[in-house]
């Protein structure tokens, strides 16, 4: 691709957000549809904080340096939410990361939250557990699968990128009889994750889990914006088809 | 500079160097690229580090057996790989990974199809729905036409109209579907790419 129309692209969705985000910081309101996935991380962490025991959530084995780092930081914001909730309540998450580059991150999101929580005291770097590198995807989830049972997690949500392997973990989580939430990229693993749960986060549902969880107006923006663009392809598909057939 | 604004700063930087060397300075790219790989392979030593100073913790506080294994699995390998490195074994590391751990996860691989089908059943079982019947219904289909178009014990007529099911369903139904889910992905991966650019959204700022 020309580098020049891929920075006329960049600069018009930029724009776009921008033009946005204005609209929605002056009060103009928008109507999401629901996410059951979503409403259901409110609810584990409730059941979570009422039991007494923690929710385990993986962030999945995509590096930050990596081209499916946005994914990561998708799942990250869910951690950062599941965190501020959990660390008020005395219940951190249970935090697995299955790439290095992750492992800091979140780190950083379980201290921020304990600091914002006022119990910093209580904050220790285990909290993060790193299983295993990204190229041992069995390891991973058997190492998650062994994190749930022993430290008997109340739910379970993995966020982030997984492959086919993440039924492992989620036979563990179901024989617990564990509400599951399963955010992810990877169409072999979404396959999985609908046999398994009903609380599903399809592809973009991840990217916009958190403004459904934070709704600030950047990231409710960033949801029009990629209306708009799901829009003109949408179109341009359909003229382009509509094209072939006419003319053969 | 506040303790807040400088990480942004830095990040902002060297997002949209990273983005112009990619579109313009391939060299400039690919230096930052490494940087990030350095960075990547240091965060993996913490990594390895953090693993094994979780389950020390649990094999001295816990008494827990399989932190115990872990953590002289951990030993033995580091040891096999000074010795190899020295020249006292020879490729002792390698041996580890080919007798344990590839058995090991060759094993749980075989048995995603079990785990699989499970899943089916308990999908089954928890909502009766017509999307979870549907599901059901064409992982069958397709098991089936994958098991009679690869036999050549049946009579063609029976095996072709099999073969064209699956094939429409691959073709059309799942290409359709893969399509607009990674036009999704590939839309949320830009928005939130340029959130991270333009310092909106800040991960790396607790």
Known sequence: ??????????????????????????????????LSAVSSLSNQMGEAIESGRQVHISLGQAGLAGTAAPTSAAAIHILDHLAKDGCASGAPPLTTVGEGTLLPIAQDSLRGAHQAAGRLAAYKPGMAQFVAVETEPYAFAGGMAAVIQQNK????????????????????????????????????????ATAVTDHVLIGEELFAAAAYLEGSPYQIASLQVQ?????????????????????? | MSKRKLPLAIAIAFGFLTLLGLLFMPDLSHLLLGWAGFLAAVALLLGVLNLLAVHFGRLVNGRNVYSGVLVLSMVVVFGLAITDALSITENGVTTVFNWIQVPLETALASLLAFFLLFAGFYMLKRQRSPGAILFLLTAVLLLLSQAFTATTLLPANIRDPFQQVQTIINNIIVTAGMRGLLIGIALGAITLSLRLLLGLDQPYNK
């Open chain 1, 1 to 34: 691709m020309n580098p020049l129309l891929t920075l006329s692209a960049i600069v018009v969705i930029t724009l776009l957000l921008i033009i946005f985000t204005r609209r929605g910081r002056n009060g103009r309101s928008v109507s999401l549809r629901p």
């Open chain 1, 227 to 248: 209306d708009i663009l799901r829009t003109i392809i949408a179109i341009a598909i359909l003229a382009l088809a509509a094209y072939q057939l006419l003319t053969g």
């Open chain 1, 153 to 192: 997690a109340s739910g379970n949500v993995m966020v982030g990128r997984f492959g086919p392997e993440i039924a492992i973990t989620a036979e563990a989580a179901a024989r617990q009889n564990m509400s599951q939430v399963i955010g992810t990229d990877d169409p072999s693993a979404l396959a999985v």
